[in-house]
């Protein structure tokens, strides 16, 4: 089986201390992971290390095949898609949703060309998989939140990414936008050709069917990693969140509750 992501005894030093602290983890193909972590665990900080936008202080990065440091990132950030609600009101106000979702063709290869009947018929197809066609026309600046949110995951998909990064991208949304985008997401990951996807969250509702895997992340420290009803117990969320947890599982989704702060 193919590895997506092999990390190597990883550490990530600051002035003020280690941030990542002997990250040893494996992704395979076929697999989506979940990335579960209180503020300040070190979550994006390893997606970044995974982007390449920062360096290890020591240990081995290898991502699709490429061994950081002996590869060009930038051919393998081509092959990476990164979705953030930190960049949902950075891009162009005033684009369609439809040249939004075409730019992330070349977004990715950093260069303009004129836009050909390809990209715009599979510009449609993405929005279409993803029942955004109402969308297609109008001006992103004027589009709500999730809107917005499912726009950006249409542009990272326009790439053919093999490797899908959401960071939080349902941060901000309220429930039916939330629910509209894990619908999408959740119809992306099923599909038989899906990038492999990571997935970032606090809200463990947010854990869809078809994420396979979870990595617990504490203080620079996978506290646990594997498959997600394995890694899911009540005692690893406790422990991880410092809340006494119970999660009910409803339609393959858990949900939490909490009962009161253990620490
Ligand atoms: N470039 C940097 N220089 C110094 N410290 C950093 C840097 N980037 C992150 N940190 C620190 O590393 C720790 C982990 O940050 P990171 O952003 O990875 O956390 P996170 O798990 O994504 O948190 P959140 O859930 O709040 O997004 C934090 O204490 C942060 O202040
Ligand atoms: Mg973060």
Same mark, same amino acid.
């Given at each position: 089986?193919?590895?997506?992501?092999?990390?190597?005894?990883?550490?990530?030093?600051?002035?003020?201390?280690?941030?990542?602290?002997?990250?040893?983890?494996?992704?395979?193909?076929?697999?989506?992971?979940?990335?579960?972590?209180?503020?300040?665990?070190?979550?994006?900080?390893?997606?970044?290390?995974?982007?390449?936008?920062?360096? #290890?202080?020591?240990?081995?990065?290898?991502?699709?095949?490429?061994?950081?440091?002996?590869?060009?990132?930038?051919?393998?950030?081509?092959?990476?898609?990164?979705?953030?609600?930190?960049?949902?009101?950075?891009?162009?106000?005033?684009?369609?949703?439809?040249?939004?979702?075409?730019?992330?063709?070349?977004?990715?290869?950093?260069?303009?060309?004129?836009?050909?009947?390809?990209?715009?018929?599979?510009?449609?197809?993405?929005?279409?998989?993803?029942?955004?066609?109402?969308?297609?026309?109008?001006?992103?600046?004027?589009?709500?939140?999730?809107?917005?949110?499912?726009?950006?995951?249409?542009?990272?998909?326009?790439?053919? #990414?093999?490797?899908?990064?959401?960071?939080?991208?349902?941060?901000?949304?309220?429930?039916?936008?939330?629910?509209?985008?894990?619908?999408?997401?959740?119809?992306?990951?099923?599909?038989?050709?899906? #990038?492999?996807?990571?997935?970032?969250?606090?809200?463990?509702?947010?854990?869809? #069917?078809?994420?396979?895997?979870?990595?617990?992340?504490?203080?620079?420290?996978?506290?646990?990693?594997?498959?997600?009803?394995?890694?899911?117990?009540?005692?690893?969320?406790?422990?991880?969140?410092?809340?006494?947890?119970?999660?009910?599982?409803?339609?393959?989704?858990?949900?939490?509750?909490?009962?009161?702060?253990?620490?």
């Amino acid at each position: 089986m193919d590895i997506i992501i092999d990390l190597q005894d990883l550490f990530w030093n600051r002035d003020d201390g280690d941030i990542l602290k002997g990250i040893n983890w494996q992704v395979m193909a076929g697999e989506h992971w979940v990335i579960l972590g209180l503020n300040g665990s070190g979550k994006t900080s390893l997606l970044k290390m995974i982007t390449g936008y920062e360096w #290890p202080t020591k240990g081995r990065v290898m991502v699709l095949g490429q061994t950081y440091g002996a590869c060009e990132i930038q051919e393998v950030r081509k092959s990476i898609g990164w979705v953030s609600s930190a960049i949902r009101d950075e891009l162009y106000r005033n684009d369609t949703a439809l040249q939004i979702v075409i730019s992330g063709k070349y977004a990715s290869i950093g260069l303009w060309k004129e836009i050909d009947n390809v990209d715009r018929e599979r510009a449609h197809k993405i929005l279409s998989d993803m029942s955004c066609e109402a969308l297609t026309d109008k001006r992103y600046g004027t589009l709500s939140q999730g809107e917005k949110q499912k726009i950006l995951l249409a542009r990272a998909l326009m790439a053919e #990414p093999r490797l899908l990064i959401l960071d939080e991208p349902c941060f901000g949304l309220d429930i039916q936008a939330r629910e509209q985008v894990l619908s999408a997401i959740q119809t992306l990951g099923s599909l038989p050709n899906a #990038p492999t996807i990571l997935y970032v969250t606090h809200h463990i509702e947010e854990i869809l #069917p078809i994420f396979s895997h979870v990595l617990l992340l504490h203080n620079g420290v996978i506290a646990a990693a594997g498959k997600k009803r394995e890694v899911l117990t009540e005692q690893n969320i406790s422990s991880t969140f410092g809340v006494q947890a119970h999660l009910d599982w409803l339609d393959e989704r858990p949900w939490l509750r909490v009962s009161r702060m253990v620490r």
